[in-house]
């Protein structure tokens, strides 16, 4: 069984032992090494693990929008419905991306054209993916800034990206991302730049798709708040690697790799008591995710693990299902 197969359930996308090397002067930089997961029709699977640990550089990988050179894909194959994407032209890839799996970006201040207004920018997928004429995508462009929470989107289509707060600009790279109904919907940080009201409409609007048309979400975030209210499953990453996968409920009542014990530790919790308050500081993971020039020996998260031993030193563990559905990658399990 593969992390994260449910029984029964139809897996539409299949993310084989994937490996994204960069080739660079200084060496291999190991971004994604040897990520194998499933996605499955309706579910939103959680991406989790501080920057640098290759959740976006997965996400991207799914649509081979990697520089080759210096990056390189290689492993097994990325299958959606079926189909290997790793090995589709170009041309036939083209079909797919932003039609039935759609991506939001993590910076909107870099992913929008600044010489095309934002309608345009929207309209053009649609007329692609959907062959409306460019008078019904415009319409349709106006209509998705209006879902997204854009006032007065009939003005908005003819403005340009330097005319929109960041938050705005966010909120157009959702819509633009949502335009087409995907089967699945890469979300990288989707909710950073934006205040809380709005993060809760986006969210809304996300699960709404994901309601009527069986979306299925890959949700790539640092809050553990959000990913314990929309996700069934959780995909830990540290390194370019698969740390824990499991369901969601699991991974919070019972954690078993070290990183991720510290993840959970490190959310703040409300004290209600001095006592609480005094003993209240925020616990954190000692150092930093380690370059991916100089990979310890060993497991990669030996040197800042509270449980390390002579064997995490020496050998690096595989990734192992100690219950069912619940995956480690820890020598002490």
């Known amino acids: 069984m593969s992390p994260g197969n449910h029984a029964g359930a139809e897996a539409i996308l299949e993310i084989k032992n994937l490996k994204t090397h960069f080739h660079t002067p200084d060496g291999v930089v190991k971004a994604v090494d040897g990520v194998t997961y499933d996605l499955h029709a309706g579910e939103t699977l959680g991406v989790v693990g501080e920057s640098g640990c290759g959740k976006s550089v997965t996400a991207l990988s799914i649509l081979r929008l990697i520089p080759e050179p ?28 932003g039609n039935k799996i ?12 600044p010489v095309f207004t934002i309608g345009f920018q929207i309209a053009e997928a649609v007329m692609l993916h959907q062959g409306l004429s460019k008078k019904d995508a415009m319409d349709k462009a106006a209509e998705m800034l209006d879902l997204v929470g854009i006032p007065l989107p009939r003005q908005r289509v003819k403005e340009y990206p330097h005319q929109l707060s960041g938050g705005m600009r966010q909120r157009v790279m959702i819509a633009m991302a949502l335009s087409c109904n995907p089967k699945i919907l890469l979300a990288d940080e989707p909710t950073t730049a934006l205040d809380v009201t709005i993060q809760a409409q986006i969210l809304d609007l996300m699960f709404k ?4 048309l069986g979306t299925a979400i890959i949700m790539i975030t640092h809050d553990l708040g959000l990913v314990a209210e929309t996700c069934q499953r959780v995909v830990v990453m540290y390194a370019g690697k698969i740390v824990e996968n499991a369901p969601v409920d699991e991974i919070f009542a019972n954690p078993m790799h070290p990183y991720t014990i510290g993840l959970l530790n490190s959310i703040p919790k409300l004290r209600t008591s001095a006592t609480d308050k005094e003993q209240g500081r925020l616990q954190e993971i000692p150092g930093v995710v380690p370059s991916l020039h100089r990979l310890p020996t060993g497991c990669t998260f030996n040197p800042r693990c509270p449980e390390v031993f002579g064997m995490c030193l020496e050998n690096e563990p595989e990734l192992k299902e100690v219950s069912p559905n619940h995956f480690v990658r820890c020598f002490l399990h």
Do not use: V, Y
């Open 70 to 97: 210096p990056g390189r894909i290689t492993g097994d194959g990325i299958f959606f419905e079926g189909e290997d994407l790793t090995q589709l032209p170009t041309r036939e890839l083209r079909k797919i991306r």
């Open 102 to 113: 759609s991506m939001i970006f993590q910076e909107p201040m870099t992913s929008l054209n």
């Open 209 to 212: 798709l994901k309601d009527d």
